[in-house]
């Protein structure tokens, strides 16, 4: 499966699951990323760390290791 690292700048995904356990999953889901919602990939820092992403309106930044807990479809 793909995840969010995955997805390039300019494209939007669809999540399709969280993995992830505990704090670090909550912490996501608090940030509006949610089974079904659409996340658009906004740029990528030049070392690919972190990546900026708009998701339900808002601007937002997440690390690598963050996105890569996101499944996108």
């Known amino acids: 499966m793909k995840t969010?690292?995955?997805?390039?700048?300019?494209?939007?995904?669809?999540?399709?699951?969280?993995?992830?356990?505990?704090?670090?999953k909550r912490r996501i889901m608090?940030?509006?990323?949610?089974?079904?919602?659409?996340?658009?990939?906004?740029?990528?820092?030049?070392?690919?760390?972190p990546v900026e992403v708009t998701v339900r309106g808002y601007e937002l930044s997440l690390r690598k290791a963050d996105a890569e807990m996101i499944l996108v479809e």
């Open 4 to 24: 969010l690292k995955d997805v390039s700048c300019g494209q939007t995904a669809r999540v399709s699951r969280l993995t992830g356990e505990g704090p670090v």
């Open 30 to 49: 608090d940030m509006g990323i949610t089974k079904g919602v659409d996340i658009y990939v906004r740029k990528t820092a030049p070392l690919g760390d």
